[in-house]
Structures are given as structure tokens and as C-alpha cells.
């Protein structure tokens, strides 16, 4: 076998290697303009269908998984549970706030250009793993009143979120980004500030999730501010 047989040869067996399948190398070439822009300094409004557009999105933490078959209620939460960074459930970031993971890992502020915030493509134009991973992302919500709510969310892959603390939602096993696949349980939005919190963890495949409020008729809850890029706390 010549030199370039040989070349041939070592790059396939790379490529075909458990550590490429988990974590392609990502093309940071991607216009991430098309799907995310950085976050104004000004409060952000839902859309007209009340999604949230705004989000800190931490940049992607390695988790291994060969396959999406896996993720089970119990292997979710307990995956979601370890400690991978200080303040994990409990700080409210900045843009550019980095914390310490098994590697440094940045917080970044940014306004998705859809209803779905499109984390594969986040993690690709930042160079990042895109596979066998877990995103965190948090948004801050003023409300002007004390109200009951439903948080309706979908995840490719699974995800759970927070609201204040207290958990709202999970979606567990392999599926699909679809609005409003999962719908919570009532909920309190105080009047103020309010922190929702989510991981979306995945194997091989796209991420992306969307998220909104509704109320008890299935209608969008639009009159919310969105202060995301506020002081880390």
C-alpha cells in the first residue's frame, strides 16, 4: 500500500473511531447569523406566539451517548442531576461569564431568529461538540403581575426545565423538536423577576428546543419582559 493508501486508510479509521462518532469535528464556517444574533442590551418581548426568543447559552458540555435510545426518565435525571459547573442551578449568568467545567465553558447572550433556538448550529459556529453533549440555557422574566401558567416545551433531544428552582417539565427519550410537546402543570409566574432553567441533552443528531407560556385555554402569554443580559447573580 502507497503513502496516500495509507493516509486513506488512518482518516477512515478516525472518522469511524467512538470518539469522532461522539464528537464530530464542527465546521465554524456556519452563518450562525441565520439562526442566532447577539442579544440587545434593551428587554426582550415573546413573539406573537409567545415564544421565548431570548437566551444565555452555555457552551456545550460532553456527555457521551452512542445512541438517543437510552434516555429514559431515570438516566436524564440522574445525567442532569451531576455537578458539572458551580452555581449550576442557582446563578443567573452574564453574557461572557465563563465558568469551570471539566473545561472552561462561556455563557452567551443571543436572540434566536425562530421559535426554536437552534443549538446544533450554536455549538457548530462555535467549533464545539455537537454530538453526545448537554446544553444549559437561562432567561430571565419579568412579569407584570402574579399569574398562572403553563410552560409548553419541545426538545431534540430530551431536556428538563426549571422555573425559579422548582422543577416544571421533562421530556424523556428520543424524539423530535415539535411545539408544545410537553405542556407543564399549573404554574406561578411571580410578579417580577422569574428564572427558567433548562438542559437539553443529546447524542447523535440536531438539538434544538422552543419554549413558551400559555394559559389554561392553550393561549400565548405575550405580555412578559425578557432581561436575560441583566448582572450575573
Same mark, same amino acid.
Not at 41 to 62: C, H, K, M, N, Y
Given at each position: 500500500?502507497?503513502?496516500?493508501?495509507?493516509?486513506?486508510?488512518? +482518516?477512515? @479509521?478516525?472518522? #469511524? *473511531?467512538?470518539?469522532?462518532?461522539?464528537?464530530?469535528?464542527?465546521d465554524?464556517?456556519?452563518? $450562525?447569523?441565520?439562526y442566532? +444574533?447577539? @442579544?440587545?442590551? #434593551? *428587554?426582550?418581548?415573546?413573539?406573537d406566539d409567545?415564544?421565548?426568543?431570548?437566551?444565555?447559552? $452555555?457552551?456545550p458540555i460532553?456527555?457521551?451517548?452512542?445512541?438517543?435510545a437510552?434516555?429514559?426518565?431515570?438516566?436524564?435525571?440522574n445525567?442532569?442531576?451531576?455537578?458539572?459547573f458551580?452555581?449550576?442551578?442557582?446563578?443567573v449568568?452574564?453574557?461572557?461569564?465563563?465558568?469551570?467545567?471539566?473545561?472552561?465553558?462561556t455563557?452567551?447572550?443571543?436572540?434566536?431568529?425562530?421559535?426554536?433556538?437552534?443549538?446544533?448550529?450554536?455549538a457548530q459556529?462555535?467549533?464545539?461538540?455537537t454530538?453526545g453533549?448537554i446544553?444549559?440555557?437561562?432567561?430571565?422574566?419579568?412579569s407584570?403581575?402574579?399569574q398562572?401558567v403553563?410552560?409548553?416545551?419541545?426538545?431534540?433531544?430530551?431536556?428538563?426545565?426549571?422555573?425559579?428552582?422548582?422543577?416544571?417539565?421533562?421530556?424523556?427519550?428520543?424524539?423530535?423538536?415539535?411545539?408544545?410537546?410537553?405542556?407543564?402543570r399549573?404554574?406561578?409566574?411571580?410578579k417580577?423577576?422569574?428564572v427558567?432553567?433548562?438542559?437539553?441533552?443529546?447524542?447523535p443528531g440536531?438539538?434544538?428546543?422552543c419554549?413558551?407560556f400559555?394559559d389554561?385555554?392553550?393561549?400565548?402569554?405575550?405580555?412578559?419582559?425578557?432581561?436575560t443580559?441583566?448582572?450575573?447573580k
Amino acid at each position: 500500500m502507497g503513502q496516500f493508501g495509507r493516509l486513506v486508510t488512518a +482518516v477512515a @479509521a478516525l472518522v #469511524a *473511531s467512538p470518539a469522532m462518532a461522539q464528537n464530530p469535528v464542527s465546521d465554524a464556517t456556519i452563518d $450562525l447569523s441565520a439562526y442566532l +444574533v447577539p @442579544a440587545s442590551t #434593551a *428587554s426582550a418581548r415573546p413573539d406573537d406566539d409567545g415564544f421565548i426568543r431570548r437566551w444565555l447559552l $452555555l457552551e456545550p458540555i460532553v456527555k457521551p451517548n452512542r445512541s438517543n435510545a437510552g434516555f429514559t426518565g431515570s438516566y436524564v435525571r440522574n445525567a442532569l442531576a451531576q455537578t458539572y459547573f458551580p452555581g449550576q442551578m442557582t446563578i443567573v449568568p452574564q453574557n461572557g461569564q465563563i465558568v469551570q467545567a471539566a473545561t472552561p465553558l462561556t455563557w452567551h447572550a443571543y436572540d434566536a431568529q425562530r421559535f426554536d433556538v437552534k443549538l446544533f448550529a450554536f455549538a457548530q459556529a462555535l467549533g464545539k461538540p455537537t454530538y453526545g453533549v448537554i446544553f444549559w440555557a437561562v432567561t430571565v422574566i419579568d412579569s407584570p403581575k402574579e399569574q398562572t401558567v403553563r410552560m409548553a416545551v419541545g426538545s431534540n433531544s430530551a431536556s428538563m426545565w426549571w422555573l425559579n428552582g422548582e422543577e416544571a417539565l421533562g421530556l424523556f427519550d428520543d424524539r423530535r423538536m415539535v411545539m408544545d410537546d410537553m405542556v407543564s402543570r399549573p404554574l406561578t409566574l411571580k410578579k417580577g423577576r422569574n428564572v427558567v432553567r433548562g438542559a437539553v441533552i443529546n447524542g447523535p443528531g440536531l438539538s434544538d428546543f422552543c419554549l413558551r407560556f400559555i394559559d389554561d385555554s392553550e393561549q400565548p402569554i405575550r405580555d412578559l419582559n425578557i432581561v436575560t443580559t441583566g448582572a450575573a447573580k
